[in-house]
């Protein structure tokens, strides 16, 4: 068997294509002729196409960034907050009456509740 | 076929009479501005010898290592490199190649091509393909190779994941390199504008990283 077996920074530099010129040919002929070193050698290199498949996948997945998902955290909170305030003021409009709602989303609006809803349905079903 | 390497520079006359010698085709560090790979594809199509040249330098490295990942020796891999080439060249010449997408398509042809060599060893040995072990548990169980699937898309998500954790310029650098545009080190480097030994720098780095969150997948 010629030269020396192939050490782990030397399969790795050899599959980058950055191993030293100098070193290319002796190395390449003793993974020609050592099993065990042939076997690494082409573990290296499958770890290299598994590289591939990582930086194609790493391309589809869509990166989330942490400022960018702490401000989408914080409009939510925002939206969530500007639902109950809505939702508190159409209350007090519905329970304090006209005017009282005014500055909300429900001012303006004819309160109705439930019970109507129902009743407006089902005189639609009954064709009336 | 002498005539055929003749108007090959990059491969040489010799590399086309038996035996095949080692000729060693590394990856370049190009000095000189770097050609449009659709540029030098183009060119390739219409028959120039140079833009060949270029694209065998570029990617023979990557259709090597992709024989490599199958377990071939480096001798033998790099001849059917070698192969590969020389059948893409001539299924230019005879009109028969319309697109040329590297190195997709060269390491295309040089499975085939150790596909072709293993089936033609077999036969030399009086027909006794379904003594290799491997390939008779595959066809007893072909869930086998489903499991290995998974196994595998759980690693690459893993490592996604790892990848994700590392730097702005790491994940550029290591995206750029393992795009699947055949970059060089020397190209990468240009392009994200720092020094082709802090851009291996990096690489290692990423992989390293990627490489433990591999292997313990593997050991899970």
Redesign the interface.
């Given at each position: 068997m010629s030269g020396r077996h192939a050490t782990p920074a030397e399969l790795?530099l050899y599959?980058?294509?950055?191993l030293d010129?100098g070193r290319?040919?002796s190395f390449?002929a003793h993974?020609?002729e050592c099993d065990a070193c042939?076997?690494a050698?082409?573990g290296?290199?499958?770890?290299?196409?598994?590289?591939?498949?990582?930086?194609?996948?790493?391309?589809k997945?869509p990166?989330v960034r942490p400022l960018r998902a702490a401000a989408y955290g914080a409009a939510g909170v925002v939206a969530m907050a500007a639902a109950v305030l809505l939702w508190v003021g159409h209350g007090h409009a519905a329970g304090l009456g006209p005017g009282a709602g005014e500055g909300t989303a429900a001012a303006g609006h004819p309160t109705m509740d439930d019970g109507a809803i129902l009743d407006a349905r089902n005189d639609a079903l009954d064709g009336g | 076929m002498k005539a055929f390497a003749d108007a090959l520079p990059f491969l040489g006359a010799a590399a086309v009479q038996a035996p095949p010698p080692a000729v060693r085709v590394e990856r370049p560090a190009p000095a000189a501005p770097l050609a449009d790979e659709a540029t030098l594809c183009a060119a390739a199509l219409r028959g120039e010898s140079e833009a060949w040249s270029a694209l065998v330098q570029r990617h023979n490295h990557r259709v090597v290592v992709a024989l490599l990942a199958r377990g071939i020796r480096v001798d033998r891999a790099k001849d059917i490199a070698q192969e590969a080439w020389m059948r893409l060249v001539e299924q230019q010449r005879q009109g028969r190649l319309e697109r040329l997408q590297l190195p997709g398509l060269a390491i295309a042809q040089a499975g085939f091509l150790a596909l072709e060599a293993t089936r033609r060893e077999a036969n030399t040995r009086h027909h006794e393909p379904l003594d290799e072990p491997a390939i008779a548990v595959r066809l007893a169980d072909p869930r086998a190779d489903a499991v290995a699937r998974m196994v595998t898309e759980e690693r690459v998500e893993t490592a996604v994941e790892v990848l994700s954790r590392c730097s702005p310029s790491a994940r550029k650098v290591f995206r750029l390199a393992y795009g699947g545009d055949g970059l060089s080190h020397a190209e990468v480097a240009q392009r994200v504008g720092l020094s082709l030994q802090r851009v291996r720098q990096i690489l290692c780095e990423v992989r390293a990283r990627l490489r433990t969150a591999l292997e313990g997948a593997e050991s899970e």
């Open positions: 790795e599959v980058l294509g950055a010129a290319v040919e390449e993974c020609a042939a076997a050698l082409s290296e290199a499958s770890l290299e196409i598994a590289f591939e498949q990582v930086s194609k996948r790493a391309g997945t990166v | -």
